[in-house]
């Protein structure tokens, strides 16, 4: 799922358990700057704990399990109360279990440590970050986009373009932290959180202990977070905010004598000796952006002495360094960029970075391997798609990787004849002929359409506007989608009301399908209301069935009778109660049958 779609998601969770409007206090709060003593009761409240349940199963990392062995399916056996009671007293006396350490493999051979927690410990996390988030995102700088609610990578490079295309920075400073997530001093971090009003002792006691906590096979840390932890982003942010604030001093937030708006307060500091810089910061990847050499110069030398002197940061002096971008490229989430003469005036081109290149074609390679090997071709050719859309969906806003693609589609071509049977002509499903209809790059395996790595549209870049926040009413207008569609009292009558004998996974998965069915009847289409909707499992409990989403189903009361009905007289009592179609009865009756009952017939048939 793109990461747009994500942040989208997990805005609706928060609206599906009544937990916005706290969210949405705590950020204009801190927005007037209050002070906030007692976060730790909002933490443990209940509709924190279960949106935080909601938000980690949805991350593909609760499948991993922690030193204990566990997975999210421990946490979904578990019933409200019972997941409730475990988080209270956790905190109440909180002390975190050791730290699974797995190395990971990074593109120059050597690894990057990765600490997993338990699943117990990154439940705890989710409901910390929930509150704190708000609280952050009232203080952070604009252009700061790296692991922020609706903000993404491309936002970062539309940026990147609009400062070196609009207004001319020719020179950027690469800053490289040496070692940033292993080096971040804790005693730092935690006035700096005092800083932003976070003063709750019992909350910052607990955080001090989460970074200190043990890591398997190594010891207790001095310093730094472990990446892999949920809450981890977040506290790196904050650690970089006040490196946003001292550079847009600089230039961008410059205390003036008058009140002036953005454009007219730049053109006031243009008449000055003040030479123009910026930030753009993506977690601990940042540029700094300048019109001149001698700036540039100065503005790295003073960014060095600063991470050093305030954060305790060390920058690596092999991979930080000027750059003319008229003359060298520099490389960017990804990407790499340079200023190409176009006519009398410069304009930005981008490319995709070498070893992105490299990695993007032995993926491509491997998949078309894989294809070759499947039995079924269809699954296989669906990763290979899935694999090449998304990387052109990621890419698909910089000027020259077109080029790019071409290449990587020379070399794979060949792979591609060697192993498969190809062929020009097939079916082509409707969310391929939309971007890639017109392109004479189609083949197929069989009669399965392969998306073209060769072949790419540009896209324009967008920027984030600043008008779309997740913690306001007004800046939730552009992002509200299918929550329209459903009564939001009974959305909230079965958040308040969830079934106390039943899993979790349950309650969590009525929300969900109530939503997926837009408050309809499965079967019917009926509109469901309070008192006559039951949460059906498909395949019953007693028969192996589970409370997975995909075993699930909202009804009516009358529907949930008839499934399970099995006398002649009850059945055609409830039959009077619905409009029979041909179309209804096929759903019934196969629903009847996974209950292990009989297909009801009509008129013998």
């Known amino acids: 799922m793109p990461t747009s779609q994500k942040k989208k998601r997990k805005l609706r969770n928060a609206e599906y358990y009544d937990f916005q409007?706290?969210?949405?206090?705590?950020?204009?709060?801190?927005?007037?700057?209050?002070?906030?003593?007692?976060?730790?009761?909002?933490?443990?409240?209940?509709?924190?704990?279960?949106?935080?349940?909601?938000?980690?199963?949805?991350?593909?990392?609760?499948?991993?399990?922690?030193?204990?062995?566990?997975?999210?399916?421990?946490?979904?056996?578990?019933?409200?109360?019972?997941?409730?009671?475990?988080?209270?007293?956790?905190?109440?006396?909180?002390?975190?279990?050791?730290?699974?350490?797995?190395?990971?493999?990074?593109?120059?051979?050597?690894?990057?440590?990765?600490?997993?927690?338990?699943?117990t410990d990154r439940l705890i996390q989710q409901c910390?970050?929930?509150?704190?988030?708000?609280?952050?995102?009232?203080?952070?700088?604009?252009?700061?986009?790296?692991?922020?609610?609706?903000?993404?990578?491309?936002?970062?490079?539309?940026?990147?373009?609009?400062?070196?295309?609009?207004?001319?920075?020719?020179?950027?400073?690469?800053?490289?932290?040496?070692?940033?997530?292993?080096?971040?001093?804790?005693?730092?971090?935690?006035?700096?959180?005092?800083?932003?009003?976070?003063?709750?002792?019992?909350?910052?006691?607990?955080?001090?202990?989460?970074?200190?906590?043990?890591?398997?096979?190594?010891?207790?840390?001095?310093?730094?977070?472990?990446?892999?932890g949920i809450i981890s982003p977040l506290l790196s942010n904050i650690v970089l905010n006040e490196l946003d604030w001292w550079i847009a001093g600089q230039w961008e937030c410059f205390p003036t004598r008058h009140t002036y708006t953005s454009c007219h307060q730049y053109e006031a500091l243009r008449k000055t000796r003040m030479k123009e810089c910026f930030i753009l910061r993506y977690a601990d990847d940042f540029k700094l952006f300048c019109k001149d050499y001698q700036t540039a110069k100065k503005l790295f030398e003073g960014t060095r002495l600063w991470l050093h002197d305030r954060l305790g940061l060390d920058i690596s002096q092999e991979k930080s360094r000027i750059v003319n971008l008229k003359k060298q490229y520099s490389e960017f989430l990804g990407f790499k960029f340079k200023l190409r003469q176009k006519g009398k005036k410069y304009v930005i081109r981008g490319q995709i970075r070498d070893k992105s290149v490299k990695k993007i074609t032995a993926k491509a390679k491997s998949l078309v391997k894989e294809i070759q090997h499947a039995p079924n071709k269809y699954p296989a050719v669906c990763h290979y798609n899935a694999f090449v859309m998304g990387i052109h969906n990621y890419y698909n806003k910089a000027s020259g990787v077109s080029l790019d693609f071409q290449k990587i589609a020379y070399q794979l071509n060949k792979c591609m004849?060697?192993?498969?049977?190809?062929?020009?002509?097939?079916?082509?499903?409707?969310?391929?002929?939309?971007?890639?209809?017109?392109?004479?790059?189609?083949?197929?395996?069989?009669?399965?359409?392969?998306?073209?790595?060769?072949?790419?549209?540009?896209?324009?870049?967008?920027?984030?506007?600043?008008?779309?926040?997740?913690?306001?009413?007004?800046?939730?207008?552009?992002?509200?989608?299918?929550?329209?569609?459903?009564?939001?009292?009974?959305?909230?009558?079965?958040?308040?009301?969830?079934?106390?004998?039943?899993?979790?996974e349950y309650n969590d998965n009525r929300l969900s399908l109530y939503c997926g069915q837009q408050g309809k009847c499965a079967v019917t289409k009926e509109e469901l209301t309070i008192g006559q909707m039951h949460c059906h499992h498909i395949q019953p409990v007693s028969k192996g069935g589970d409370d997975r989403y995909q075993n699930l189903i909202f009804v009516t009361d009358t529907v949930h009778k008839l499934i399970h009905a099995k006398t002649e007289e009850a059945i055609q009592v409830l039959l009077q109660a619905i409009d029979i179609s041909p179309s209804v009865m096929r759903k019934l009756n196969k629903y009847r049958l996974f209950a292990g009952n009989e297909e009801i017939l009509i008129n013998g048939c």
Request: aromatic share 10%.
């Open 417 to 504: 004849a060697n192993r498969l049977t190809l062929k020009k002509n097939g079916f082509i499903p409707d969310y391929i002929k939309k971007y890639y209809g017109k392109s004479k790059q189609l083949r197929f395996v069989g009669n399965i359409a392969m998306v073209p790595i060769g072949y790419l549209q540009n896209a324009a870049s967008r920027p984030f506007y600043n008008r779309n926040n997740i913690y306001t009413k007004e800046g939730r207008q552009n992002i509200h989608d299918k929550l329209q569609c459903v009564n939001q009292s009974i959305l909230r009558y079965l958040m308040q009301h969830p079934v106390r004998s039943a899993t979790i």
């Open 128 to 228: 910390v970050m929930q509150i704190l988030e708000p609280i952050c995102e009232a203080k952070f700088y604009k252009h700061s986009y790296g692991f922020r609610p609706l903000r993404s990578a491309k936002n970062a490079i539309h940026r990147f373009l609009h400062l070196t295309n609009r207004h001319n920075f020719t020179y950027v400073v690469d800053i490289d932290i040496k070692g940033f997530f292993d080096n971040i001093n804790h005693g730092k971090l935690l006035k700096q959180m005092w800083t932003l009003g976070i003063r709750d002792k019992k909350l910052l006691k607990i955080i001090s202990v989460m970074l200190k906590a043990e890591v398997a096979g190594i010891g207790f840390p001095n310093k730094g977070t472990p990446q892999g």
């Open 21 to 119: 409007s706290v969210l949405d206090s705590l950020y204009a709060k801190s927005s007037k700057d209050a002070v906030f003593t007692d976060l730790t009761s909002i933490i443990t409240r209940e509709e924190n704990i279960r949106l935080a349940y909601r938000n980690l199963k949805k991350n593909p990392g609760s499948k991993t399990a922690g030193t204990d062995g566990r997975t999210i399916r421990y946490l979904e056996k578990l019933n409200d109360e019972e997941l409730i009671g475990l988080v209270r007293r956790k905190i109440a006396y909180y002390q975190p279990q050791k730290i699974k350490r797995v190395e990971i493999p990074k593109d120059n051979g050597k690894s990057r440590p990765l600490g997993i927690p338990t699943i």
